[in-house]
């Protein structure tokens, strides 16, 4: 066992303990505020008031705005560890969805708010940026994807499709023809390699987003149906192409919907066993996605009322699960938050021999570890004797994640321990 040089307090308010999946929650509270704005300009919302739509729509901006804030406070607290994991590997790239979530905001505020020209040219500017920083995060992300042998997963989709976000600001902020259209065509390229290849690919194997990251297959069609209506809304639409194109990306929006719900059969013990696990913030905007894509299909291409119901259930599932999701977030962020460990400290152990397991490696921060087990046949809680170290009083408890020794299961291993009396292992 080695022991890291250093053991420092950490106080219940430490940032470090912030999730890096702020940033999938902020995405999905301001998918949502647009899913309630859309909704009032369904031809059944138009009886309404305006403030039915607008004041849920504000309230959803606010969270989304304190929820990408607090993402940022982590990136700057955590260690550099952990910063070199959220911003130079693969999956960490594909975690950085600022660049979608900020210009998404800027132009959901717009539409609540208005402003003044002033304010039209600051916004334009943000996703402008945003589009810039889009094509940046996506070039890295590939580049790093390849290095580290990283096929084609749901993960992929949050870095390459969201180009496309700069064609949704089109009609409102009335962002050049051609950014626009390149946004969109670069969109439909990336959708027509990737949804086939991805959805193949889960499809076939469960150990492929074996989790909430499933969720992700939903989100590249509605995604592009939303930009390519929204740019037929602009003056970019003789640059877009054809209506059938909508049409297809619909089309194919509803499949990725239906296989995603098949998908989640084989996952749902994973999924029961999971919940609530911070991951399921990729499930966020999928599901605000996809009711965005409905809605705007009925409001804007092809006024039914048959699909205009379908486009009213969607949203109302998005909104429960939305705002449920970020509900058990906020239960346990709270809960993590409210914990008052005396000691920081991060140890290996090599190699620590159970009646009921093997625990080859335990990595705790902030009293939480991850550990992977080889234990013989079914998954069994692996504890850690008193007797592996009599100096040490420890306590392990299993947390439904860790590897069985015939490849089973993934979990975690959450360790309790009390080092003040170590002396020697």
């Not at 969720?215 to 003789?238: C, E, G, N, W, Y």
């Amino acid at each position: 066992m080695s022991r890291s040089p250093s053991e420092e307090s950490t106080a219940s308010w430490d940032p470090k303990r912030l999730p890096a999946a702020m940033n999938g929650f902020a995405l999905g509270m301001a998918g949502l505020a647009a899913v309630l704005l859309n909704l009032g300009d369904l031809p059944s919302s138009r009886g309404f008031a305006k403030e039915l739509f607008s004041c849920p729509a504000g309230f959803c901006v606010i969270v989304a705005i304190v929820e990408q804030f607090l993402f940022f406070v982590k990136l700057v607290a955590c260690s550099r560890k952990k910063r070199c994991q959220m911003l130079e590997t693969a999956k960490g790239l594909a975690g950085q969805t600022w660049h979608t979530t900020i210009p998404l905001i800027t132009t959901t505020s717009h539409r609540l708010w208005g402003g003044s020209a002033a304010s039209v040219i600051v916004a334009q500017v943000i996703v402008h940026m945003g589009a810039v920083a889009q094509l940046v995060v996506g070039f890295a992300f590939l580049r790093r994807a390849f290095k580290d042998g990283l096929s084609p997963e749901p993960v992929w989709f949050p870095a390459l499709v969201t180009v496309g976000q700069a064609a949704m600001s089109g009609s409102t902020l009335r962002i050049h023809p051609g950014i626009v259209a390149a946004s969109v065509w670069t969109g439909i390229v990336v959708c027509v390699i990737l949804i086939p290849w991805v959805t193949y690919r889960v499809s076939v194997s469960s150990k492929v987003a074996p989790s909430a990251t499933v969720a992700l297959v939903s989100a590249p069609a509605s995604f592009m149906t939303v930009s390519i209506i929204a740019a037929r809304m602009s003056d970019a639409k003789p640059l877009v192409g054809p209506k059938a194109i909508v049409h297809a990306f619909l089309a194919t929006e509803l499949l990725s919907l239906l296989i995603t719900s098949l998908l989640i059969i084989p996952r749902f013990p994973r999924l029961r066993d999971d919940f609530f696990s911070f991951s399921f913030g990729t499930v966020t905007f999928p599901a605000a996605s996809t009711a965005n894509a409905t809605i705007c299909y009925v409001a804007g291409v092809w006024p039914n009322p048959v699909l205009e119901t379908v486009a009213v259930c969607i949203a109302v599932v998005t909104i429960v699960t939305v705002l449920g999701l970020n509900v058990a977030m906020a239960v346990a962020l709270s809960r993590d938050l409210s914990a008052k460990p005396d000691i920081t400290v991060d140890i290996e152990v090599g190699s620590v021999e159970c009646e009921a397991a093997q625990v080859q490696t335990i990595r705790p921060t902030n009293t939480n570890a991850t550990a992977r087990s080889n234990a013989q046949g079914k998954e069994e809680k692996a504890r850690i004797p008193r007797r592996a170290a009599s100096s040490v009083s420890t306590n392990a408890r299993d947390d439904r994640q860790f590897v069985n020794g015939n490849g089973g299961t993934e979990g975690r291993i959450s360790a309790s321990l009390d080092l003040s009396s170590v002396s020697k292992l």
